[in-house]
């Protein structure tokens, strides 16, 4: 009866470990999920921050020629960007686009540089506006008349 | 019982204190970079808030922009961009110089910088920015 007793003692005793163990390795689990989060969000708004972009094409005259617009857009962050992942919106329309980097030197996007964006787009004479969007977000918007 | 309790409590404090000092650096890393980012942005921003430049006069006839600058932040003559006519001509810029000192590629607060562009700008639309986004036009 006695020897019963030790060995239920035995499995509830190991039972209750299996479980303890189990719990703590599930919240360390979570935990380092939730900690390597926190980490992309904080090196998201990281870079966010560090990106500025300026479209800084003369708006009285942005060169149109043939269908053909040129938009000169420079980096003017803290952060390398690439500008493959570069969106384009011009009257609200996405525009697909030519990319050639001006400024000589590497083939990143560096701060300072200038990338030149001609694109293939049927507009009017008048207003216009030009959106780009890198790929976190950051912006810059031109008002233009052609 | 009493003791297969008290080391499963152990276990889970134990796993607790892991946890919670990984979240603890964790969040201090991602604060950290977060301000000094914060801090860079601000700074940037500053920086163009005060920067300023103008025309100061255009010889037209010979090409020669003379712009002063008249913000509070020291610029660089690299990474000047000048337009004309809306397309981006710095391969036309055959000088930039400071006005009494030929060498230097700082462009101080208050001194005149001097672009000579090869090439005719009669009539022509001129814009010129500088590193950070700043501009001017005529």
Do not use: C
């Amino acid at each position: 009866m006695a020897s019963d007793d030790s060995i239920t003692q035995m499995i509830f005793f190991i039972a209750s470990i299996i479980v303890a163990v189990s719990i703590a390795g599930t919240i360390i689990g979570v935990t380092g999920l939730m900690a390597e989060e926190m980490r992309t969000k904080a090196n998201n708004a990281v870079s966010e921050m560090g990106s500025s972009i300026v479209i800084i094409n003369d708006p009285r005259h942005v060169p149109y020629e043939d269908g053909v617009i040129t938009l000169y857009i420079k980096n003017i962050g803290e952060v390398t960007q690439s500008y493959g992942d570069l969106i384009l919106f011009i009257d609200g329309q996405f525009v697909e686009f030519e990319v050639e980097k001006v400024s000589s030197g590497s083939d990143n996007w560096v701060t300072g540089g200038v990338i030149e964006i001609t694109a293939t787009i049927v507009l009017d004479a008048g207003d216009h506006t030009a959106k780009a969007i890198l790929g976190n977000g950051v912006s810059d918007t031109l008002d233009f008349r052609l | 019982m009493g003791m297969s309790v008290s080391i499963a409590t152990a276990i889970i404090f134990i796993a607790s204190l892991i946890s919670f000092a990984t979240v603890i650096g964790t969040l201090d890393e991602a604060q950290s970079s977060i301000l000094e980012a914060q801090r860079a942005s601000s700074g940037r921003e500053v920086d163009a808030l005060h920067t300023s430049i103008s025309i100061v006069s255009i010889d037209r006839a010979n090409g020669t922009v003379m712009v002063v600058n008249s913000g509070e932040v020291t610029l660089t003559t690299y990474e000047l961009d000048v337009f004309i006519n809306g397309t981006l001509s710095n391969q036309l810029v055959s000088s930039l110089t400071i006005e009494g000192n030929n060498e230097t590629k700082l462009w101080l607060p208050g001194e005149v910088l001097v672009i000579s562009i090869t090439g005719d700008l009669d009539g022509a639309a001129i814009k010129i920015v500088t590193a950070n986004g700043t501009s001017i036009y005529d």
